[in-house]
């Protein structure tokens, strides 16, 4: 059975760093792409990053600040956040697919999220 489960979420202040990690079970992890998506209250969920075998991509909103990797041997994908703000206050999600896809639809395996909060 295929199985995403998120960490790393918690309380920031602004500017400050989390590392979440998206720990796979049940399927072999080069064999997919791994998204993240995030949903703010109120809010459409919306993609933020993606990583697969030969591509990795970001929202125009965490590009410079957030970095994807993926350690194929533990698993587990990460989505290393710096400079965070406010906006990026959110439920994180990730989710595995065929290809990278900024379409949830598109996606599988959800995990149940981690909540990251951005606030002074």
């Known amino acids: 059975q295929l199985q995403l489960v998120e960490s790393g979420g918690g309380l920031v202040q602004p500017g400050g760093s989390l590392r979440l990690s998206c720990a796979a079970s049940g399927f072999i992890l080069d064999n997919y792409a791994i998204g993240w998506f995030r949903q703010a209250p109120g809010k459409e969920r919306e993609g933020v990053s993606c990583i697969s075998s030969i591509t990795t991509d970001y929202a125009d909103s965490v590009k410079s600040r957030f970095t994807i990797s993926r350690d194929n041997a533990e698993s587990t994908v990460y989505l290393q956040m710096n400079s965070l703000k406010p906006e990026d206050t959110a439920v994180y999600y990730c989710?595995?697919?065929?290809?990278?896809?900024?379409?949830?639809?598109?996606?599988?395996?959800w995990g149940q999220g981690t909540q990251v909060t951005v606030s002074s």
């Open positions: 989710a595995a697919a065929p290809f990278c896809s900024w379409y949830g639809g598109d996606f599988h395996s």
